[in-house]
């Protein structure tokens, strides 16, 4: 089994590697929807909104739980079990604020007069991208509390960074996506 | 990756005590069921993709005869079907949601499913010289979603309001107004839920497949010493992963039209059924059309990838010559790739579609046939001069380069946005898709289970009832399907229950009734084929060699029966390509074998 083992010393594990594929498909995913965007925002009729406020402080939320997660993994690494179990909660509270803060988001666009029924513009897809955006994140969020649960179960100890490294990965992913989402609507609203 | 060696070996060693352990007990539900293996999910995919390819093959003959003999009433239709035929005679309803399930189930789950889930699944870690796929678990629940989505589809066919009715490709305002139709009720949405289901178990796969062949090829297995096999499933994953979630997006702008009100894809509508004006504005059904064939182009190649790569492999085995211009072949693999991407519009070319647009994708569009030639090629030259063994799977793959040729040519006539004028929405279409995808991915499918059935089940297929199922479905394929294209280049339209009323059309009527007939024929051929499918599974003649076909690549190193975990110690280590037929006077060099000191080296 040695043998087999060398030649896949220095690739990158199987697993991390599948993330990144499936981050892939999940960016294929939001570029549909954006370039729907794009051709139907260039037709007559379109019309947009005033992107809420709050908005941005949830960008700036999901900007530093991507710090508390990185610091995480670094914790993790250096074996600070204590540190690393804090920060994973840290950014699973920030990542439930930022759903939360979605939401706020879109009840204030909605009292504004985005409504589902009827002619559709930006708003309409501010809710469905912004909306599957939060899902992912939502994703994140339970396999943050799947890692908290392990991390705070006596039963077992795993020095295992990979599923870290993968968790980590992943919400700096969904933090980018969001960056990207942001300023996409920022330009086109 | 900024890991160090000592981690990555824990992790590995890990691994293999998940799959090297193939001792332990293990009851009949891990084992069968709820199975980590990747050779009893691919048969888990194979036989689900079988009982999926009878229901719709069923549906066929059932809108055929409807077809064939529009004059006539069937009362035994209407035992059979109860509301569906009242009267014996199919309604218009009905039909349409017979060709519509008919489409999906055969271009999803059977040819998508069925196929690239049987043998992406099989082959890869065997050829690739794996114990398992990157991750059992995924590969697991990719059967699972497959399998729920199958249920969820199978029981739209039982609702009150029927199955969706409105055409594979699920157009929108049809598709997004419940009012619409009887199919757009209930029929849609456990259709859209059944779909969404199978896009996961596709992403679920392809992820593994591409993670698999990238990171677990044994010792010494080069990119380029893989077989095509694997070739060909790897860039058909790829091409899964980065379409099926765009088709995802469409179908969640779809969710929200159809149940929030929004405008996504509907605008000024008049439902005459209601008799309602509706108050979306601004929607375009266009839009639906692009997100949908971003998916569906690739879809093409996805059904067709896992086929060429398979007859690549079996011609070459067969013909006990290596493969013609193997980086050709791959080349051509990732041209095909690259260029499924960029031609979706062409099945857009009457929507009013921007001309000059359409014509950028007309030239698209003929670039394909430069690698498509290039492999017909390549198969022709692998096959010329050679010492052909006609075995089952053999005959099946001559038939799907036959197939591949002619369907490829009416290719070129529909690539032309101006004869597309006259020519789509006809049985042209039809008959052009039928063979090019339909049928060849077939015999693709059917020469890889006669090819691998041995390994798959230790036994083998018994010759004289695949000899009369090859010969059999080939001149029916060709003779249901011919005389299509005269009845699409005279303009008879598709999706039309019944052609009496046309005059011009009458000329068919002997025709039709031709095609319908074979069409049955053909139909009970292939119960032929699972019955003798079944048959051998249990009575078949046993394999007693671990390399009946003298192949040279590594699925045949393995034990006849193998455990989970495919080989017993280690894993072989590859020292050469897979194609080392008569060569240096040797009928085949396995990979295995070292290089010898007087040898050429590939």
């Known amino acids: 089994m040695t043998e087999a083992v060398s030649t896949q010393r220095k690739k990158i594990h199987p697993h991390k590697f599948t993330l990144w594929i499936g981050i892939g498909s999940i960016i294929m995913m939001f570029a549909g929807l954006t370039s729907a965007y794009i051709v139907k925002g260039s037709m007559a009729g379109f019309t947009t909104v005033q992107m809420p406020q709050i908005f941005y402080y949830s960008t700036a939320v999901m900007l530093i739980s991507s710090f508390t997660m990185q610091w995480a993994l670094k914790s993790f690494k250096e074996r600070g079990m204590q540190q690393y179990r804090r920060l994973l909660t840290v950014t699973m509270i920030l990542g439930l604020a930022f759903i939360c803060m979605q939401l706020i988001g879109f009840s204030q666009l909605w009292e504004a007069g985005t409504k589902m029924k009827g002619s559709t513009g930006a708003g309409q897809f501010l809710y469905v991208i912004f909306g599957l955006h939060a899902v992912h994140v939502l994703g994140g969020i339970i396999a943050l509390i799947v890692m908290f649960i392990k991390a705070f179960s006596a039963r077992i100890r795993n020095y295992n960074s990979i599923p870290v490294e993968v968790m980590s990965t992943y919400w700096h992913f969904v933090d980018l996506l969001w960056v990207y989402l942001f300023v996409f609507f920022l330009f086109k609203l | 990756m900024s890991h160090g060696h000592a981690e990555v070996i824990t992790t590995h060693e890990v691994h293999h005590d998940e799959h090297g352990a193939h001792h332990h007990h293990q009851s009949f539900i891990t084992k069968y069921i709820f199975s980590q ?111 729920g989505g199958s249920i969820v589809m199978l029981s739209s066919l039982f609702i009150q309001t029927g199955p969706f009715s409105g055409g594979w490709t699920a157009y929108p305002p049809l598709s997004a107004l419940g009012d619409a139709s009887p199919g757009s009720k209930t029929g849609m949405d456990l259709w859209i839920t059944a779909m969404a289901m199978f896009v996961v178990s596709s992403l679920l796969g392809g992820l593994n497949y591409v993670s698999t062949v990238l990171n677990l090829r044994t010792k010494g297995m080069s990119m380029t010493r893989l077989p095509l096999t694997i070739w060909a499933l790897f860039f058909t994953a790829v091409l899964g992963i980065l379409s099926f979630p765009v088709l995802l997006s469409g179908f969640i702008l779809l969710l929200f039209d159809r149940h929030a009100g929004t405008s996504f894809y509907l605008s000024d509508i008049y439902i005459a059924a209601t008799n309602q004006a509706l108050p979306n504005e601004g929607g375009s059904a266009i839009l639906y059309q692009h997100l949908f064939w971003f998916l569906g182009h690739p879809e093409v190649y996805i059904i067709l990838l896992p086929a060429m790569g398979m007859a690549s492999e079996i011609l070459s085995v067969n013909a006990r010559k290596p493969i013609f211009g193997y980086m050709a072949m791959v080349g051509s693999l990732f041209a095909i790739t690259i260029l499924a991407f960029l031609v979706w519009a062409h099945h857009m070319f009457v929507t009013g579609l921007n001309p000059f647009l359409g014509s950028v994708f007309v030239l698209l569009t003929l670039l394909i046939a430069v690698p498509s030639a290039i492999k017909v090629f390549n198969w022709l030259t692998t096959i010329w001069k050679s010492n052909i063994k006609f075995t089952p799977g053999m005959l099946f793959a001559l038939g799907f380069v036959s197939l591949f040729i002619s369907g490829g040519l009416t290719g070129i006539f529909l690539g032309n946005s101006t004869l597309d004028i006259h020519l789509h929405d006809t049985y042209f279409v039809i008959a052009h898709f039928h063979i090019v995808m339909g049928v060849s991915a077939f015999f693709g499918m059917f020469a890889g289970i006669y090819h691998w059935f041995p390994k798959m089940y230790g036994r083998f297929m018994n010759n004289t009832m695949a000899y009369i199922h090859f010969w059999g479905t080939l001149i029916g394929a060709y003779l249901i399907f011919w005389p299509m294209h005269y009845e699409g280049l005279a303009g008879m339209p598709r999706r039309y229950l019944d052609y009496s009323n046309w005059s011009s059309f009458n000329q068919f009527g002997e025709l039709n009734k031709f095609i319908s007939t074979v069409a049955m024929i053909v139909f009970a051929l292939q119960l032929l084929f699972v019955f003798n499918f079944f048959y051998s599974i249990w009575k078949g003649r046993k394999v007693t060699t671990l390399n009946p076909w003298d192949a040279t690549t590594l699925e045949w190193t393995t034990p006849i029966h193998p455990g989970h975990g495919n080989w017993e110690g280690e894993i072989p280590e590859v020292h050469r390509w897979a194609y080392d037929y008569s060569k240096d006077g040797r009928d085949f060099i396995p990979q295995t074998e070292p290089i010898g000191p007087n040898e050429s080296k590939h």
């Open chain 2, 37 to 147: 293996d990747h050779k009893i999910i691919a048969k888990q995919f194979l036989i689900t993709g079988m009982i999926w390819a009878i229901i719709g093959g069923l549906m066929s003959v059932l809108f055929r005869l409807q077809l064939g003999y529009p004059d006539q009433t069937f009362p035994w239709l209407e035992d059979i079907l109860g509301n569906w035929a009242r009267g014996g005679k199919i309604t218009p309803e009905s039909y349409y949601a017979l060709v519509t399930m008919h489409g999906t189930i055969l271009v999803f789950f059977v040819l998508t499913g069925g196929l690239s889930g049987t043998f992406a699944n099989f082959l890869i870690p065997l050829q690739c010289g794996a114990r398992d796929m990157a991750s059992p678990m995924m590969n697991m629940l990719s059967y699972w979603f497959f399998f």
